[in-house]
């Protein structure tokens, strides 16, 4: 599998310090786009490239060169990262030009892809060994280091606890009571709220689950589909001991009603919160109320 | 969207799946023309997005004018799980040997659309015993795949021959119109050995409405929904007397799930949405103005990009224009959220650090 690790921040120099990794932002001329990269700016990522089909040898805001597509940017400037904000029909055409140019971590932010096409991509996606995480998600953060993703900076703080979380201001609402509580991430990765996304909870766990720094894990699921089953069934198989705490989302929401998320669904049992409840405490994972319950529940597990 | 019977059979119709004749109204001028079309004896279903239909009783047998006469305006006005009866098919009665289940789901966590089908059906697919499943890739289901099955669930000769034309029919139909899950259930093998589709149920993925006009009149939502869409943001309409809103459909769950938790019964799962500027904010407002059992307005925000500051200066839009005056509970966090509670301070908000206070007032003001 390829190494998320290695691809948001290589290896230590001699300082200590790990490398600012090369980022293209697909979309930066947009309202969306062009906000988010100025963001991402502010927080230290290294954005080399904007892509904007029509405004190739345009300069945004004063540094950052823009191509006509992906392939020419990453022959200008070799990035392995990029950041999709195109309209979700113009999603397939966006992430084909990434992953067919060398693109190995996508990171999917449009909402209402049709499923069809997020699976296509995904397709590729694997053909190419390359991640796309997404869509609909807010991205991935490595606190202090790196952020490619649409997430406020202010909840995260740099640690040793990996958060997974298919929702946007859940993972923001959790990572601000962990830093609050002391508990400061080690990277927090956005599933994205659809029925089918690029990086699975159960990948987002083996992508983060070996790295030598990792001292816990928060895991912020929803109703809808049976990722949290899957993921809890290969926790018991892989027997992973570092600890790990749960929050699911949608305990009271009716069946077959879209709860914002397209993926947020009920349908029969299939997705349903006690499912996924009722697995978590097979794997020994507690399962959080309410989100402020998170850190609580960690500290315990932590001091146990 | 979720598509009603009667819509889901036009579709089976259209792609060579037998169903039984039936005709579809919405009112009963219509309902006793289609009457006599069909001729007695015949079945008054009601068509509800929502499952446990036939144990409300929401499906009946007719036999005569009179009895036309008082079971359509009965079903017509009736509610199950809280839906409406959005229209009426009657349709013939079939003579049933045996009940089985088939469908197509889109498995998520394999990619893949997924074959379950049983000689048990007529029952909801959790209860349904001896399933078969396979995972078919996302191409049409090819000829020696749907024998495999057909056998597997006991099927022979004519009946396997029909089975595997039935399943290839409804994995074209699948693909063709991007369905999450298109179900037959139950599907009836008659006394006289022809297979057909008794009910069926189909989800396509709204995600890609912009590329199927033609599904477009099966849209059933209702005008407070169809204004959220357009404003950008997701609601569902629930018959409690709480308007829930927040940012984010994640949060938004978590804050429904602890209004419910404790005691308090939600009106709106309102999500305003990563991009709310105060503009969508104010129509959130106007929307649940509209709703007259809501008793108390619940909002819950996390402030990141959106800025809280943006929502309160909705809120305050809405009190200078006599917008609301039942109670809201906020408890906002994050960016400028010290600015925004400044800016409600003399308002009928009331502010809250925690959510759980906010919560617990909420639910003592809608219980009163």
């Known amino acids: 599998?390829?190494?998320?690790?290695?691809?948001?921040?290589?290896?230590?120099?001699?300082?200590?310090?790990?490398?600012?990794?090369k980022v293209i932002v697909q979309g930066i001329t947009g309202k969306y786009g062009s906000t988010h990269a100025k963001l991402m700016l502010d927080?230290?990522?290294?954005?080399?490239?904007?892509?904007?089909?029509?405004?190739?040898?345009?300069?945004?805001?004063?540094?950052?060169?823009?191509?006509?597509?992906?392939?020419?940017?990453?022959?200008?400037?070799?990035?392995?990262?990029?950041?999709?904000f195109v309209p979700a029909k113009f999603f397939l055409g966006a992430a084909k030009d990434a992953l067919e140019s060398g693109i190995k971590l996508l990171v999917a932010i449009p909402e209402h892809v049709p499923i069809r096409d997020a699976m296509e991509a995904i397709e590729l996606a694997k053909k190419k060994d390359a991640i796309i995480i997404g869509p609909n998600t807010p991205g991935?953060?490595?606190?202090?280091?790196?952020?490619?993703?649409?997430?406020?900076?202010?909840?995260?703080?740099?640690?040793?606890?990996?958060?997974?979380?298919k929702s946007g201001t859940l993972l923001y609402e959790i990572s601000n009571n962990l830093t609050s509580a002391g508990f400061g991430q080690n990277i927090t990765i956005g599933i994205g709220g659809d029925p089918v996304n690029g990086t699975r909870m159960i990948d987002a766990f083996d992508m983060v689950k070996d790295d030598p720094e990792l001292e816990a894990m928060v895991i912020v699921g929803e109703i809808g589909g049976d990722s949290e089953e899957i993921l809890a069934q290969h926790i018991i198989d892989t027997g992973f001991s570092k600890p790990i705490v749960g929050y699911i989302a949608g305990r009271q929401a009716p069946k077959e009603k879209r709860m914002g998320h397209a993926g947020a669904i009920v349908m029969g049992n299939y997705g349903s919160a006690e499912s996924k409840i009722s697995m978590f405490a097979k794997a020994n994972i507690p399962v959080a109320k309410r989100p402020g319950e998170v850190a609580v529940l960690l500290a315990g597990k932590m001091n146990s | 969207m979720r598509l009603l019977e009667y819509q889901a059979k036009e579709l089976f119709k259209e792609f060579g799946i037998k169903t039984p004749p039936s005709i579809s109204s919405k009112d009963i001028e219509k309902g006793r023309k289609d009457a006599k079309e069909l001729g007695y004896p015949f079945v008054i279903k009601v068509q509800v997005p929502v499952g446990g239909r036939g144990k409300a009783g929401g499906i009946q047998k007719c036999s005569s004018d009179d009895e036309f006469e008082l079971k359509y305006p009965q079903l017509?006005?009736?509610?199950?799980?809280?839906?409406?009866?959005?229209a009426i098919l009657l349709e013939k009665m079939a003579d049933i040997e045996k009940e089985l289940y088939l469908s197509l789901f889109l498995n998520r966590s394999k990619r893949c659309y997924t074959i379950i089908a049983s000689s048990e059906g007529g029952v909801e697919i959790e209860s349904v015993k001896n399933q078969t499943i396979r995972e078919v890739g996302l191409g049409d289901v090819d000829t020696q795949t749907a024998k495999e099955v057909a056998n597997e669930?006991?099927?022979?000769?004519?009946?396997?021959?029909?089975?595997?034309?039935?399943?290839?029919?409804?994995?074209?139909?699948?693909?063709?119109?991007?369905?999450?899950?298109?179900?037959?259930?139950?599907?009836?093998?008659?006394?006289?050995g022809?297979?057909?589709?008794?009910?069926?149920?189909?989800?396509?993925?709204?995600?890609?409405?912009?590329?199927?006009?033609?599904?477009?009149?099966?849209?059933?939502?209702?005008?407070?929904?169809?204004?959220?869409?357009?404003?950008?943001?997701?609601?569902?309409?629930?018959?409690?007397?709480?308007?829930?809103?927040?940012?984010?459909?994640?949060?938004?769950?978590?804050?429904?799930?602890?209004?419910?938790?404790?005691?308090?019964?939600?009106?709106?799962?309102?999500?305003?949405?990563?991009?709310?500027?105060?503009?969508?904010?104010?129509?959130?407002?106007?929307?649940?103005?509209?709703?007259?059992?809501?008793?108390?307005?619940?909002?819950?925000?996390?402030?990141?990009?959106?800025?809280?500051?943006?929502?309160?200066?909705?809120?305050?839009?809405?009190?200078?224009?006599?917008?609301?005056d039942i109670p809201v509970f906020a408890r906002l966090m994050g960016t400028e959220s010290e600015k925004a509670k400044e800016m409600l301070k003399d308002t009928k908000t009331k502010m809250f650090d925690s959510i759980e206070d906010a919560i617990n007032g909420v639910v003592m003001e809608a219980n009163k």
């Open chain 2, 76 to 86: 017509l006005n009736m509610s199950i799980k809280g839906e409406k009866t959005r």
């Open chain 2, 153 to 192: 669930i006991g099927l022979k000769d004519s009946q396997e021959e029909q089975f595997v034309d039935m399943l290839q029919r409804l994995s074209k139909l699948t693909i063709e119109k991007e369905a999450e899950l298109a179900e037959i259930n139950p599907l009836a093998i008659l006394k006289d």
């Open chain 1, 140 to 165: 991935v953060i490595v606190p202090g280091l790196i952020k490619v993703g649409i997430m406020p900076a202010t909840p995260f703080s740099t640690g040793k606890v990996a958060v997974l979380s």
């Open chain 1, 43 to 84: 927080y230290g990522t290294n954005i080399v490239a904007g892509v904007t089909p029509g405004k190739g040898g345009q300069i945004f805001e004063d540094k950052v060169p823009i191509y006509e597509s992906v392939k020419e940017a990453v022959e200008a400037t070799g990035a392995e990262i990029s950041i999709v």
């Open chain 2, 194 to 324: 022809t297979l057909i589709a008794l009910d069926g149920k189909v989800m396509t993925d709204d995600s890609s409405n912009f590329r199927h006009d033609e599904l477009q009149k099966y849209q059933e939502k209702s005008e407070l929904e169809k204004q959220a869409e357009k404003s950008g943001f997701s609601l569902v309409e629930l018959e409690g007397n709480i308007a829930v809103i927040g940012n984010g459909a994640g949060l938004v769950m978590s804050t429904f799930d602890l209004v419910s938790d404790n005691g308090g019964k939600p009106a709106t799962f309102l999500d305003v949405g990563g991009g709310a500027t105060t503009e969508t904010v104010y129509e959130a407002l106007t929307l649940i103005s509209k709703m007259k059992r809501v008793k108390g307005i619940l909002v819950n925000l996390y402030g990141g990009i959106v800025k809280t500051t943006t929502v309160a200066e909705a809120f305050i839009q809405a009190y200078n224009n006599n917008l609301i």
């Open chain 1, 1 to 21: 599998m390829t190494d998320i690790y290695e691809i948001l921040r290589g290896q230590k120099d001699a300082d200590g310090n790990y490398q600012k990794k």
